[in-house]
T-cell receptor
Framework: DSGVTQTPKHLITATGQRVTLRCSPR?????VYWYQQSLDQGLQFLIQ???????AKGNILERFSAQQFPDLHSELNLSSLELGDSALYFC?????????????FGSGTQLSVL | GESVGLHLPTLSVQEGDNSIINCAYS??????FIWYKQESGKGPQFIID?????DKRQGQRVTVLLNKTVKHLSLQIAATQPGDSAVYFC?????????????FGKGTKLSVKP
């Protein structure tokens, strides 16, 4: 168990809908990262928050947004969903904010858009 | 495009043999590298990391080798066991130091035959 908690584990929804994925980092970790994993793209970095503020942005669509709350949990909001958004979404956390330390991943949320 | 790639997308080994998983990176500025193991239905799990001031680092049954001259990274697993069957990802900090993010390769699937 990595200590990173993600909910829900599975999510089935329809095109055009909006969903929220939730992540609680390991105790003491200040950074939260969101990754998307699909069969043809591997693990794609979406966004990172450090202590409540956005620190880095990757290949995140404008339809997607995230935030980190004062208690350090994070939410990833996906709107106007398309079939191609179906993927595994992982949250990871780390102590610091730099890209030269290990990340601890949650078990992921499997999103299926029908 | 991705700067991290893998030579072998699949690897099949006999139980008890040693496994070697390779990874090429293209950014000479990268100075931190990390290997993850992902079992089916789970999130990536940290295995071992190495910084560019080292050529070799050993863990429990695993060794990571870094050849900066040819920009090559490898993960060696000694006495491979069925529980080692998983997809293995290498990752690098894309710009080195405090810049950029961890970028993941597409992964190598390791199958261990009993």
């Amino acid at each position: 168990d990595s200590g990173v908690t993600q909910t829900p584990k599975h999510l089935i929804t329809a095109t055009g809908q909006r969903v929220t994925l939730r992540c609680s980092p390991r105790s003491g970790d200040l950074s939260v990262y969101w990754y998307q994993q699909s069969l043809d793209q591997g693990l794609q970095f979406l966004i990172q928050y450090y202590n409540g503020e956005e620190r880095a942005k990757g290949n995140i669509l404008e339809r997607f947004s995230a935030q980190q709350f004062p208690d350090l949990h994070s939410e990833l909001n996906l709107s106007s969903l398309e079939l191609g958004d179906s993927a595994l979404y992982f949250c990871a956390s780390s102590v610091g904010r730099l890209p030269n330390e290990k990340l601890f991943f949650g078990s992921g949320t499997q999103l299926s858009v029908l | 495009g991705e700067s991290v790639g893998l030579h072998l997308p699949t690897l099949s080994v006999q139980e008890g043999d040693n496994s070697i998983i390779n990874c090429a990176y293209s950014n000479s500025a990268s100075d931190y590298f990390i290997w993850y193991k992902q079992e089916s239905g789970k999130g990536p799990q940290f295995i071992i990391d190495i910084r560019s001031n080292m050529d070799k680092r050993q863990g429990q049954r695993v060794t990571v080798l870094l050849n900066k001259t040819v920009k090559h990274l490898s993960l060696q697993i000694a006495a491979t066991q069925p529980g080692d069957s998983a997809v293995y990802f290498c990752a690098e900090n894309e710009y080195g130091g405090s810049q950029g993010n961890l970028i993941f390769g597409k992964g190598t699937k390791l199958s261990v035959k009993p």
